[in-house]
Protein backbone atom coordinates (compact mmCIF):
# COMPACT_ATOMS: atom_id res chain seq x y z
CA UNK A 1 0.00 0.00 0.00
CA UNK A 2 2.99 2.38 0.00
CA UNK A 3 2.52 4.98 -1.77
CA UNK A 4 -0.41 4.18 -2.87
CA UNK A 5 -4.08 6.75 -3.34
CA UNK A 6 -7.03 5.95 -2.60
CA UNK A 7 -10.33 8.13 -2.83
CA UNK A 8 -11.54 7.50 1.18
CA UNK A 9 -9.90 6.07 4.38
CA UNK A 10 -11.64 5.33 7.11
CA UNK A 11 -9.52 4.78 10.41
CA UNK A 12 -11.62 2.73 12.63
CA UNK A 13 -13.86 -0.23 12.05
CA UNK A 14 -16.43 0.32 14.52
CA UNK A 15 -20.11 0.75 13.08
CA UNK A 16 -19.76 4.02 11.93
CA UNK A 17 -16.91 3.12 10.30
CA UNK A 18 -18.41 0.20 8.73
CA UNK A 19 -21.28 2.07 8.16
CA UNK A 20 -19.19 5.32 6.39
CA UNK A 21 -17.54 2.47 3.82
CA UNK A 22 -20.62 0.48 2.82
CA UNK A 23 -22.31 3.55 1.75
CA UNK A 24 -19.76 4.89 -0.20
CA UNK A 25 -19.26 1.44 -1.60
CA UNK A 26 -22.56 1.78 -3.21
CA UNK A 27 -22.05 4.69 -4.88
CA UNK A 28 -18.72 2.24 -6.32
CA UNK A 29 -16.04 4.42 -4.17
CA UNK A 30 -12.98 2.92 -3.51
CA UNK A 31 -12.55 2.60 0.39
CA UNK A 32 -9.58 1.25 2.64
CA UNK A 33 -10.67 0.95 6.51
CA UNK A 34 -7.63 1.10 8.55
CA UNK A 35 -8.55 -0.82 12.35
CA UNK A 36 -6.07 -1.07 15.18
CA UNK A 37 -7.58 -4.42 16.51
CA UNK A 38 -8.36 -7.59 14.79
CA UNK A 39 -11.99 -9.80 15.01
CA UNK A 40 -15.05 -9.03 16.14
CA UNK A 41 -14.51 -7.37 19.59
CA UNK A 42 -16.51 -9.49 21.99
CA UNK A 43 -17.65 -6.82 24.57
CA UNK A 44 -21.21 -5.52 24.62
CA UNK A 45 -21.41 -1.63 24.28
CA UNK A 46 -24.20 -0.34 22.60
CA UNK A 47 -27.86 -2.14 22.64
CA UNK A 48 -30.02 0.51 21.31
CA UNK A 49 -31.01 1.98 17.90
CA UNK A 50 -34.32 3.85 16.81
CA UNK A 51 -36.76 3.98 13.40
CA UNK A 52 -34.56 6.58 11.56
CA UNK A 53 -31.16 3.98 11.92
CA UNK A 54 -33.68 1.19 10.85
CA UNK A 55 -33.63 2.91 7.91
CA UNK A 56 -29.86 2.94 7.32
CA UNK A 57 -29.39 -0.72 7.79
CA UNK A 58 -31.82 -1.00 5.49
CA UNK A 59 -29.94 0.78 3.09
CA UNK A 60 -26.97 -0.77 3.74
CA UNK A 61 -28.77 -3.95 3.09
CA UNK A 62 -28.46 -6.00 6.45
CA UNK A 63 -31.76 -5.03 7.43
CA UNK A 64 -34.08 -8.63 7.54
CA UNK A 65 -30.34 -10.31 9.17
CA UNK A 66 -30.86 -7.49 11.75
CA UNK A 67 -34.20 -8.41 12.51
CA UNK A 68 -32.83 -12.01 13.12
CA UNK A 69 -31.06 -10.75 15.96
CA UNK A 70 -32.96 -7.65 17.53
CA UNK A 71 -36.07 -7.51 19.76
CA UNK A 72 -38.68 -4.20 19.49
CA UNK A 73 -38.63 -2.82 23.12
CA UNK A 74 -42.19 -2.07 23.58
CA UNK A 75 -41.49 1.68 25.14
CA UNK A 76 -40.71 3.25 28.45
CA UNK A 77 -41.37 2.00 32.03
CA UNK A 78 -40.59 4.72 34.94
CA UNK A 79 -40.25 3.30 38.29
CA UNK A 80 -40.24 4.31 41.76
CA UNK A 81 -37.17 2.92 44.22
CA UNK A 82 -39.78 0.25 45.03
CA UNK A 83 -40.14 -0.84 41.95
CA UNK A 84 -43.83 0.61 41.73
CA UNK A 85 -44.76 2.53 38.20
CA UNK A 86 -44.66 6.01 38.02
CA UNK A 87 -45.69 6.10 34.26
CA UNK A 88 -45.31 4.68 31.09
CA UNK A 89 -44.74 5.60 27.54
CA UNK A 90 -45.73 3.04 25.11
CA UNK A 91 -44.26 2.35 21.31
CA UNK A 92 -45.79 0.46 18.33
CA UNK A 93 -43.29 -2.66 17.89
CA UNK A 94 -44.77 -2.77 14.86
CA UNK A 95 -43.60 0.68 13.57
CA UNK A 96 -43.90 4.33 12.77
CA UNK A 97 -43.40 7.29 10.35
CA UNK A 98 -39.88 5.47 9.63
CA UNK A 99 -41.65 2.29 8.83
CA UNK A 100 -39.87 0.64 11.40
CA UNK A 101 -40.00 -0.33 15.33
CA UNK A 102 -38.90 2.80 16.92
CA UNK A 103 -36.85 1.14 19.72
CA UNK A 104 -34.53 -1.84 18.59
CA UNK A 105 -32.60 -3.85 21.36
CA UNK A 106 -29.27 -5.63 20.44
CA UNK A 107 -25.91 -6.86 21.02
CA UNK A 108 -23.54 -4.79 18.84
CA UNK A 109 -20.79 -7.88 18.69
CA UNK A 110 -23.82 -9.32 16.41
CA UNK A 111 -24.32 -6.30 14.48
CA UNK A 112 -20.65 -5.30 14.02
CA UNK A 113 -20.10 -8.88 12.95
CA UNK A 114 -23.26 -8.32 10.10
CA UNK A 115 -21.62 -4.98 9.22
CA UNK A 116 -18.68 -7.33 8.50
CA UNK A 117 -20.42 -9.81 6.67
CA UNK A 118 -22.17 -7.35 4.69
CA UNK A 119 -18.52 -5.91 3.20
CA UNK A 120 -17.95 -9.46 1.06
CA UNK A 121 -20.76 -7.44 -1.11
CA UNK A 122 -18.62 -4.66 -2.09
CA UNK A 123 -15.17 -5.29 -3.35
CA UNK A 124 -13.88 -2.10 -3.60
CA UNK A 125 -13.60 -1.75 0.44
CA UNK A 126 -10.30 -3.46 1.78
CA UNK A 127 -10.33 -3.46 5.70
CA UNK A 128 -6.74 -3.94 6.65
CA UNK A 129 -6.45 -4.86 10.41
CA UNK A 130 -3.86 -4.96 13.45
CA UNK A 131 -3.36 -1.19 11.53
CA UNK A 132 -2.67 1.88 13.98
CA UNK A 133 -2.40 5.10 12.53
CA UNK A 134 0.37 6.93 13.72
CA UNK A 135 -0.22 10.59 12.02
CA UNK A 136 -1.82 12.05 9.53
CA UNK A 137 -0.34 14.88 6.79
CA UNK A 138 -2.47 17.30 4.78
CA UNK A 139 -0.42 17.33 1.17
CA UNK A 140 -1.46 19.50 -1.46
CA UNK A 141 -4.55 16.94 -2.92
CA UNK A 142 -4.59 14.51 -0.66
CA UNK A 143 -3.60 13.61 3.04
CA UNK A 144 -0.95 11.28 3.62
CA UNK A 145 -1.87 8.33 6.72
CA UNK A 146 1.06 6.96 8.32
CA UNK A 147 0.60 3.70 10.35
CA UNK A 148 2.30 0.47 12.28
CA UNK A 149 1.08 -3.00 11.70
CA UNK A 150 0.82 -4.01 15.31
CA UNK A 151 1.78 -7.78 14.43
CA UNK A 152 4.73 -7.20 12.07
CA UNK A 153 5.87 -4.34 13.62
CA UNK A 154 6.39 -2.77 9.74
CA UNK A 155 5.63 0.72 9.14
CA UNK A 156 3.37 2.01 6.21
CA UNK A 157 2.16 4.79 4.35
CA UNK A 158 -1.13 5.72 1.77
CA UNK A 159 -2.26 8.99 0.45
CA UNK A 160 -6.01 9.18 0.75
CA UNK A 161 -8.25 12.15 -1.35
CA UNK A 162 -10.40 12.27 1.94
CA UNK A 163 -9.66 10.78 5.13
CA UNK A 164 -12.88 9.71 7.53
CA UNK A 165 -11.87 9.60 11.41
CA UNK A 166 -13.95 6.74 13.06
CA UNK A 167 -11.43 6.31 15.66
CA UNK A 168 -13.77 6.46 19.26
CA UNK A 169 -13.35 8.99 22.21
CA UNK A 170 -10.07 8.90 22.14
CA UNK A 171 -9.48 9.90 18.43
CA UNK A 172 -5.56 10.82 16.95
CA UNK A 173 -7.81 12.02 13.92
CA UNK A 174 -9.43 14.60 16.01
CA UNK A 175 -6.37 15.81 17.59
CA UNK A 176 -4.90 15.79 14.46
CA UNK A 177 -7.22 18.37 12.73
CA UNK A 178 -6.57 20.57 16.29
CA UNK A 179 -10.28 19.89 17.19
CA UNK A 180 -10.90 19.70 21.03
CA UNK A 181 -14.00 18.34 22.78
CA UNK A 182 -16.50 20.92 24.61
CA UNK A 183 -17.69 20.04 27.70
CA UNK A 184 -21.86 20.30 28.08
CA UNK A 185 -21.49 19.83 31.58
CA UNK A 186 -22.68 16.49 32.57
CA UNK A 187 -20.71 13.78 34.14
CA UNK A 188 -22.08 10.67 35.71
CA UNK A 189 -20.28 6.95 36.88
CA UNK A 190 -22.13 4.27 36.11
CA UNK A 191 -21.94 0.35 36.79
CA UNK A 192 -22.82 -1.59 33.09
CA UNK A 193 -23.48 -5.06 33.84
CA UNK A 194 -24.57 -7.70 31.60
CA UNK A 195 -26.21 -10.86 32.01
CA UNK A 196 -27.00 -14.41 30.00
CA UNK A 197 -29.28 -16.44 31.29
CA UNK A 198 -32.21 -19.30 29.90
CA UNK A 199 -34.22 -18.44 32.33
CA UNK A 200 -37.62 -16.45 31.80
CA UNK A 201 -37.69 -13.60 34.07
CA UNK A 202 -41.32 -12.66 32.90
CA UNK A 203 -40.35 -8.77 32.69
CA UNK A 204 -42.35 -6.19 30.64
CA UNK A 205 -40.48 -6.07 27.29
CA UNK A 206 -39.29 -2.08 27.40
CA UNK A 207 -37.20 -0.52 28.86
CA UNK A 208 -37.23 0.16 32.55
CA UNK A 209 -35.99 3.82 33.93
CA UNK A 210 -36.00 3.24 38.38
CA UNK A 211 -36.12 7.31 39.02
CA UNK A 212 -34.13 7.10 42.07
CA UNK A 213 -31.14 9.72 43.07
CA UNK A 214 -29.88 7.06 45.41
CA UNK A 215 -29.38 4.46 43.05
CA UNK A 216 -30.99 5.10 39.59
CA UNK A 217 -30.77 2.11 36.98
CA UNK A 218 -32.01 0.96 33.98
CA UNK A 219 -32.83 -2.62 32.84
CA UNK A 220 -33.97 -3.94 29.16
CA UNK A 221 -33.34 -7.75 27.83
CA UNK A 222 -31.78 -7.10 24.57
CA UNK A 223 -31.83 -10.86 23.19
CA UNK A 224 -33.06 -14.00 23.70
CA UNK A 225 -30.91 -14.81 26.62
CA UNK A 226 -29.05 -11.63 27.03
CA UNK A 227 -30.48 -8.27 30.00
CA UNK A 228 -28.38 -5.61 30.60
CA UNK A 229 -28.52 -3.25 33.59
CA UNK A 230 -27.04 -0.14 34.60
CA UNK A 231 -27.12 1.44 38.43
CA UNK A 232 -25.45 4.59 39.03
CA UNK A 233 -22.61 4.21 41.14
CA UNK A 234 -22.09 6.14 44.82
CA UNK A 235 -19.01 8.27 45.76
CA UNK A 236 -16.63 5.82 45.99
CA UNK A 237 -17.75 2.89 44.52
CA UNK A 238 -16.67 1.34 41.29
CA UNK A 239 -17.09 -1.88 39.35
CA UNK A 240 -14.02 -3.50 41.84
CA UNK A 241 -16.85 -3.51 44.47
CA UNK A 242 -18.85 -5.82 42.09
CA UNK A 243 -16.60 -9.12 41.17
CA UNK A 244 -18.59 -11.67 40.61
CA UNK A 245 -22.66 -12.42 41.03
CA UNK A 246 -22.90 -12.92 44.14
CA UNK A 247 -21.91 -9.13 44.64
CA UNK A 248 -24.31 -8.24 41.57
CA UNK A 249 -26.78 -10.13 43.07
CA UNK A 250 -29.15 -7.82 45.62
CA UNK A 251 -28.63 -5.06 42.78
CA UNK A 252 -30.69 -6.94 39.82
CA UNK A 253 -32.53 -9.60 42.52
CA UNK A 254 -35.62 -6.96 41.83
CA UNK A 255 -35.90 -8.52 38.58
CA UNK A 256 -34.55 -11.97 38.49
CA UNK A 257 -36.76 -12.09 41.62
CA UNK A 258 -36.36 -16.24 42.35
CA UNK A 259 -33.86 -17.24 39.71
CA UNK A 260 -31.16 -19.01 40.91
CA UNK A 261 -27.95 -17.17 40.93
CA UNK A 262 -26.06 -20.09 39.11
CA UNK A 263 -28.52 -19.28 36.69
CA UNK A 264 -27.16 -16.08 35.93
CA UNK A 265 -24.14 -16.06 33.66
CA UNK A 266 -22.15 -12.82 33.71
CA UNK A 267 -21.08 -11.62 30.71
CA UNK A 268 -19.25 -8.34 31.67
CA UNK A 269 -19.07 -5.75 34.87
CA UNK A 270 -17.64 -2.35 33.73
CA UNK A 271 -17.57 0.97 34.88
CA UNK A 272 -18.73 3.92 32.92
CA UNK A 273 -18.01 7.58 32.79
CA UNK A 274 -21.33 9.18 31.32
CA UNK A 275 -20.19 12.14 29.90
CA UNK A 276 -21.82 15.34 27.38
CA UNK A 277 -19.55 16.50 24.92
CA UNK A 278 -19.46 17.69 21.05
CA UNK A 279 -16.24 19.00 18.96
CA UNK A 280 -15.43 22.31 18.44
CA UNK A 281 -14.56 21.26 14.28
CA UNK A 282 -15.61 18.26 12.84
CA UNK A 283 -13.61 19.19 9.29
CA UNK A 284 -10.18 20.17 8.68
CA UNK A 285 -9.37 20.38 4.78
CA UNK A 286 -10.12 16.90 3.45
CA UNK A 287 -10.20 14.96 6.84
CA UNK A 288 -13.72 14.60 8.91
CA UNK A 289 -14.52 12.89 11.99
CA UNK A 290 -17.56 10.91 12.77
CA UNK A 291 -19.05 9.19 15.72
CA UNK A 292 -17.22 9.07 18.89
CA UNK A 293 -14.92 10.97 17.45
CA UNK A 294 -16.98 13.87 17.44
CA UNK A 295 -19.47 13.36 20.27
CA UNK A 296 -20.04 11.86 22.89
CA UNK A 297 -23.68 11.30 24.99
CA UNK A 298 -24.97 10.64 27.88
CA UNK A 299 -27.57 6.76 27.10
CA UNK A 300 -30.62 7.89 28.75
CA UNK A 301 -32.14 7.95 25.31
CA UNK A 302 -30.33 5.79 23.40
CA UNK A 303 -28.65 7.50 20.77
CA UNK A 304 -24.65 6.91 21.08
CA UNK A 305 -24.89 4.80 18.14
CA UNK A 306 -27.73 6.11 16.02
CA UNK A 307 -25.19 10.04 15.81
CA UNK A 308 -22.69 8.05 14.52
CA UNK A 309 -24.47 6.42 11.93
CA UNK A 310 -26.36 9.54 11.26
CA UNK A 311 -23.13 11.38 10.92
CA UNK A 312 -22.33 8.65 7.81
CA UNK A 313 -25.59 8.93 6.24
CA UNK A 314 -25.17 12.23 5.82
CA UNK A 315 -21.74 12.45 4.70
CA UNK A 316 -21.10 10.10 2.46
CA UNK A 317 -23.60 10.53 -0.63
CA UNK A 318 -21.84 14.50 -0.61
CA UNK A 319 -18.40 12.66 -0.55
CA UNK A 320 -19.28 10.23 -3.26
CA UNK A 321 -21.28 13.45 -5.30
CA UNK A 322 -17.97 15.05 -4.94
CA UNK A 323 -15.21 12.46 -6.20
CA UNK A 324 -17.86 12.19 -8.98
CA UNK A 325 -17.43 15.84 -9.61
CA UNK A 326 -21.21 16.11 -9.67
CA UNK A 327 -21.14 18.39 -6.21
CA UNK A 328 -18.91 21.12 -5.59
CA UNK A 329 -15.95 20.71 -2.69
CA UNK A 330 -17.30 23.65 -0.74
CA UNK A 331 -20.80 21.99 -0.02
CA UNK A 332 -19.05 19.22 2.10
CA UNK A 333 -19.24 21.95 4.50
CA UNK A 334 -22.74 21.55 5.42
CA UNK A 335 -21.94 18.30 6.80
CA UNK A 336 -20.63 19.78 9.76
CA UNK A 337 -22.98 23.11 9.76
CA UNK A 338 -25.87 20.25 9.78
CA UNK A 339 -24.96 17.02 11.91
CA UNK A 340 -23.43 19.36 14.77
CA UNK A 341 -26.69 21.66 15.67
CA UNK A 342 -28.45 17.82 15.48
CA UNK A 343 -26.15 16.26 17.47
CA UNK A 344 -25.72 18.95 20.26
CA UNK A 345 -29.35 19.03 20.34
CA UNK A 346 -29.75 15.38 20.79
CA UNK A 347 -26.60 15.83 23.52
CA UNK A 348 -29.04 18.31 25.69
CA UNK A 349 -31.73 16.39 25.43
CA UNK A 350 -30.30 13.02 26.88
CA UNK A 351 -29.12 15.00 29.59
CA UNK A 352 -32.60 16.92 30.01
CA UNK A 353 -33.88 12.96 30.53
CA UNK A 354 -31.19 11.65 32.79
CA UNK A 355 -31.83 14.70 35.41
CA UNK A 356 -35.20 14.88 35.40
CA UNK A 357 -34.89 10.42 36.21
CA UNK A 358 -31.98 10.74 38.59
CA UNK A 359 -31.47 14.51 40.21
CA UNK A 360 -33.59 16.38 43.08
CA UNK A 361 -32.95 14.16 46.11
CA UNK A 362 -36.19 13.55 47.87
CA UNK A 363 -37.76 16.65 46.55
CA UNK A 364 -37.56 15.04 42.77
CA UNK A 365 -38.22 12.28 43.91
CA UNK A 366 -41.46 13.31 45.20
CA UNK A 367 -41.97 15.74 42.07
CA UNK A 368 -41.44 12.30 39.52
CA UNK A 369 -44.10 10.51 42.00
CA UNK A 370 -46.21 13.20 41.54
CA UNK A 371 -46.17 14.07 37.69
CA UNK A 372 -44.92 11.10 36.19
CA UNK A 373 -48.52 9.14 35.98
CA UNK A 374 -49.52 11.98 33.94
CA UNK A 375 -46.75 12.32 31.42
CA UNK A 376 -48.90 10.86 28.58
CA UNK A 377 -51.60 13.34 28.96
CA UNK A 378 -49.14 16.50 28.10
CA UNK A 379 -50.44 18.15 24.70
CA UNK A 380 -47.68 16.50 21.96
CA UNK A 381 -45.39 14.65 24.36
CA UNK A 382 -46.31 11.08 23.65
CA UNK A 383 -46.46 11.71 19.90
CA UNK A 384 -43.26 13.52 19.86
CA UNK A 385 -41.42 10.18 21.85
CA UNK A 386 -43.41 7.70 20.38
CA UNK A 387 -42.80 9.29 16.49
CA UNK A 388 -39.09 8.61 16.20
CA UNK A 389 -38.28 11.72 14.53
CA UNK A 390 -35.77 13.98 15.66
CA UNK A 391 -34.93 17.79 15.08
CA UNK A 392 -35.10 19.10 11.67
CA UNK A 393 -31.74 19.83 10.10
CA UNK A 394 -30.38 24.04 10.04
CA UNK A 395 -31.38 26.25 7.30
CA UNK A 396 -27.92 26.17 4.77
CA UNK A 397 -26.48 25.21 1.77
CA UNK A 398 -28.57 21.81 1.36
CA UNK A 399 -31.48 22.95 3.01
CA UNK A 400 -33.81 25.06 2.01
CA UNK A 401 -36.60 26.72 4.08
CA UNK A 402 -38.80 29.58 4.62
CA UNK A 403 -37.79 32.36 7.42
CA UNK A 404 -41.04 32.42 8.92
CA UNK A 405 -42.60 28.82 8.41
CA UNK A 406 -40.66 25.78 9.35
CA UNK A 407 -42.30 23.31 6.75
CA UNK A 408 -41.05 20.09 6.02
CA UNK A 409 -37.31 21.00 4.94
CA UNK A 410 -34.92 19.65 6.99
CA UNK A 411 -37.20 16.52 7.67
CA UNK A 412 -36.59 12.91 6.78
CA UNK A 413 -39.57 11.66 4.14
CA UNK A 414 -41.85 9.11 5.56
CA UNK A 415 -40.58 5.47 4.43
CA UNK A 416 -44.78 4.53 3.59
CA UNK A 417 -45.01 1.91 1.91
CA UNK A 418 -45.75 2.58 -1.89
CA UNK A 419 -48.47 1.14 -4.43
CA UNK A 420 -45.89 -1.29 -5.72
CA UNK A 421 -44.94 -2.78 -1.99
CA UNK A 422 -41.95 -1.16 -1.96
CA UNK A 423 -41.02 1.52 0.86
CA UNK A 424 -40.14 5.15 0.06
CA UNK A 425 -36.39 4.69 0.74
CA UNK A 426 -36.22 1.38 -1.54
CA UNK A 427 -37.70 3.72 -4.57
CA UNK A 428 -35.34 6.34 -3.93
CA UNK A 429 -32.24 4.12 -3.44
CA UNK A 430 -29.54 6.70 -3.08
CA UNK A 431 -30.82 9.33 -5.76
CA UNK A 432 -32.55 12.72 -5.48
CA UNK A 433 -36.22 12.31 -6.10
CA UNK A 434 -39.15 14.58 -6.23
CA UNK A 435 -42.35 13.81 -5.13
CA UNK A 436 -45.37 15.41 -6.02
CA UNK A 437 -49.44 15.48 -5.70
CA UNK A 438 -49.26 16.97 -9.13
CA UNK A 439 -49.70 14.78 -12.61
CA UNK A 440 -45.77 15.63 -14.17
CA UNK A 441 -45.35 16.58 -18.03
CA UNK A 442 -43.55 13.96 -19.88
CA UNK A 443 -40.81 16.55 -20.18
CA UNK A 444 -40.61 16.89 -16.37
CA UNK A 445 -40.23 13.26 -15.32
CA UNK A 446 -37.86 12.52 -18.15
CA UNK A 447 -35.90 15.90 -17.07
CA UNK A 448 -35.30 14.24 -13.40
CA UNK A 449 -34.92 10.77 -14.64
CA UNK A 450 -31.86 11.95 -17.25
CA UNK A 451 -30.33 13.50 -14.15
CA UNK A 452 -30.30 10.30 -12.31
CA UNK A 453 -33.42 11.36 -10.24
CA UNK A 454 -36.32 9.71 -9.39
CA UNK A 455 -40.26 10.87 -9.52
CA UNK A 456 -42.91 9.69 -7.51
CA UNK A 457 -46.47 10.88 -7.71
CA UNK A 458 -48.35 10.89 -4.21
CA UNK A 459 -51.33 9.20 -5.01
CA UNK A 460 -54.55 10.46 -3.36
CA UNK A 461 -55.41 9.25 0.17
CA UNK A 462 -52.24 8.30 0.25
CA UNK A 463 -49.77 8.60 3.20
CA UNK A 464 -47.62 10.54 0.93
CA UNK A 465 -50.06 12.62 -0.68
CA UNK A 466 -51.24 13.33 3.26
CA UNK A 467 -48.23 14.20 4.47
CA UNK A 468 -47.73 17.22 1.60
CA UNK A 469 -51.03 18.10 1.79
CA UNK A 470 -50.71 18.55 5.69
CA UNK A 471 -47.31 20.61 5.19
CA UNK A 472 -49.60 22.79 3.05
CA UNK A 473 -47.34 21.97 0.19
CA UNK A 474 -47.85 19.88 -3.39
CA UNK A 475 -43.73 18.76 -4.20
CA UNK A 476 -40.44 18.04 -2.14
CA UNK A 477 -37.12 17.85 -3.33
CA UNK A 478 -35.52 14.58 -1.42
CA UNK A 479 -31.87 14.63 -1.17
CA UNK A 480 -30.00 10.82 -1.43
CA UNK A 481 -30.21 10.19 2.52
CA UNK A 482 -33.77 10.91 2.77
CA UNK A 483 -33.73 14.61 4.31
CA UNK A 484 -35.92 17.08 2.41
CA UNK A 485 -34.13 19.86 0.71
CA UNK A 486 -36.93 22.14 -0.06
CA UNK A 487 -40.36 21.87 -0.59
CA UNK A 488 -42.59 23.65 -3.28
CA UNK A 489 -46.00 24.00 -5.33
CA UNK A 490 -43.84 24.54 -8.54
CA UNK A 491 -42.66 21.41 -9.80
CA UNK A 492 -40.75 23.16 -12.69
CA UNK A 493 -38.53 24.67 -10.46
CA UNK A 494 -37.61 21.39 -8.01
CA UNK A 495 -36.91 19.80 -11.87
CA UNK A 496 -34.38 22.51 -12.48
CA UNK A 497 -32.77 22.69 -8.85
CA UNK A 498 -32.14 18.73 -9.83
CA UNK A 499 -30.30 20.34 -13.34
CA UNK A 500 -29.04 22.82 -11.35
CA UNK A 501 -27.20 19.88 -8.86
CA UNK A 502 -25.34 18.37 -11.52
CA UNK A 503 -26.47 14.94 -10.28
CA UNK A 504 -25.78 12.64 -12.90
CA UNK A 505 -27.23 9.28 -13.41
CA UNK A 506 -23.63 8.10 -14.44
CA UNK A 507 -22.35 8.76 -10.98
CA UNK A 508 -25.02 9.23 -8.70
CA UNK A 509 -25.87 4.89 -9.64
CA UNK A 510 -28.71 3.66 -7.63
CA UNK A 511 -27.77 1.65 -3.90
CA UNK A 512 -27.25 -2.32 -4.44
CA UNK A 513 -29.74 -3.89 -2.19
CA UNK A 514 -28.15 -6.78 -0.34
CA UNK A 515 -30.14 -8.92 2.29
CA UNK A 516 -27.75 -12.21 3.13
CA UNK A 517 -27.80 -14.66 5.78
CA UNK A 518 -26.68 -13.76 9.13
CA UNK A 519 -22.85 -14.50 9.96
CA UNK A 520 -19.82 -14.53 11.99
CA UNK A 521 -17.23 -13.42 10.16
CA UNK A 522 -14.43 -11.03 12.10
CA UNK A 523 -15.02 -7.33 13.28
CA UNK A 524 -13.16 -4.83 14.60
CA UNK A 525 -13.76 -1.38 17.19
CA UNK A 526 -13.86 1.94 17.03
CA UNK A 527 -9.72 2.50 17.53
CA UNK A 528 -7.39 5.15 19.51
CA UNK A 529 -4.46 6.47 18.02
CA UNK A 530 -1.86 7.99 20.24
CA UNK A 531 -0.12 10.17 17.91
CA UNK A 532 -1.02 13.24 15.46
CA UNK A 533 0.08 15.76 13.19
CA UNK A 534 -0.67 19.78 14.38
CA UNK A 535 -0.22 21.05 11.14
CA UNK A 536 -3.35 19.20 9.55
Request: proline content about 6%.
Amino acid sequence: MNGSIVPVVIVGAGPTGLTAATLLAQYGIEVLVLERWDGVFPQPRAVHLDGEIRRILAKLGIGTAFDAITRPALGLRLLDRDQRVLGQIDRDPAGGRNGYPEANLFDQPELEALLRANLEHHRSVTVHGNAEVTAITAETDCVRIDYTDRLTGSAGTVRARYLLGCDGANSLIRAAIGAHMQDMRFEQRWLVVDVATTAELDQWEGVHQVCDPERAATYMRIGKTRHRWEFRLRPGETADDYPDVSRLHPLIRPWTADTPVEELDVVRVAEYTFRAQAADRWQRGRVFILGDAAHLTPPFIGQGLCAGLRDAANLTWKLAAVLAGNLPADLLDTYEAERKPHARSMIRLAKLIGMIMTDGGELGNRLRGVLAPHLHRIPGLTAQITSGETPPLRRGGMVTAPLLRRGLAGRLVPNCRLADGRRVDDAIAGRYAVITTAAPTTAQRECIEQHGGILLTAERDGELHRWLRDARTTAALVRPDGTIQRTGSKLTQLCTDIVDLHWSAAHGTTLEQHEPEAQTPPSTRESAGTMANPDI
